[in-house]
């Protein structure tokens, strides 16, 4: 099913993957390339891309029986699994196979920025909640 290491050999080959500052505009249109391009990669491993999702939601289910801890790791954890959604992503468009490995891979390469990234988003929730609940009412009008 998996080879050893296959994660961190599909991490290492995005080294050449450079960040584009600043960042480069796009036809509205690109949108919807980029809707059928996912598609196409969730038909790629259909089954697999439903494990995973059933993977996450057990774990989101019992992280959040955990009152306020569980909340909390989960605001940390949850872009440490999106990264690793990434690696499968990238994998499959490679041509590979979508491995469940792939879902842990941000546990072993850049955990340290994926989590500060997760207490970021927990640490400003309060804040967009106060707004969001400000400016709820004004939105009807």
Request: aromatic fraction near 10%; include cysteine.
């Amino acid at each position: 099913m998996s080879t050893p290491g296959a994660a961190t050999a599909a991490v290492a080959a995005d080294e050449d993957l450079k960040l584009v500052v600043p960042g480069k505009g796009c036809p509205a249109g690109d949108g919807v390339k980029w809707i059928g391009d996912g598609w196409k990669l969730f038909a790629r491993a259909p089954l697999m891309w439903i494990l995973a999702l059933l993977v996450l939601i057990v774990i989101w289910i019992v992280l959040g029986l955990i009152p306020f801890v569980g909340w909390l790791a989960l605001q940390i954890l949850t872009p440490v699994f999106y990264a690793g959604l990434m690696v499968a992503c990238r994998s499959i468009e490679r041509g590979n196979d979508f491995e469940l490995e792939h879902l842990f891979a941000g546990f072993r390469t850049q955990f340290a920025n994926l989590a500060v990234t997760g207490i970021v988003s927990a640490a400003t929730q309060p804040a967009h909640s106060a707004v969001a609940s400000e400016a709820a009412p004004t939105l009807g009008r």
